[in-house]
């Protein structure tokens, strides 16, 4: 999984991060893959895979018990307002 990740991560212009204020979740886009599965890492931790297992997004629920909401802030933008392309 590790490789896999690292691959993903390859081109950092790829890599989008954002935060929505509304549902506190901050959101890490690894790349432009398309989300298919979800696996629960940690408690309040979701990484999205594409149809070959790789890491593509990782949302943070209450994001800002891990971190404050000023720094949470920072990374406000509009995929933040996106709803989770696995949202059936």
Known sequence: ML???KDTLRDE???KIAY???ADVLTIRLGKGRPVDSRDI???V???LDK??????IEILDATKVMSA???LRYSDP???QKSRLAA
């Open 13 to 15: 212009d790829d890599m």
């Open 70 to 72: 000023r720094e949470a």
């Open 52 to 57: 070959r297992g790789v890491p593509v997004e």
């Open 42 to 44: 940690a408690e309040g």
């Open 79 to 81: 995929l933040a307002g």
């Open 46 to 48: 979701i990484v999205h």
């Open 20 to 22: 929505s204020r509304t």
């Open 3 to 5: 490789r896999m990740l």
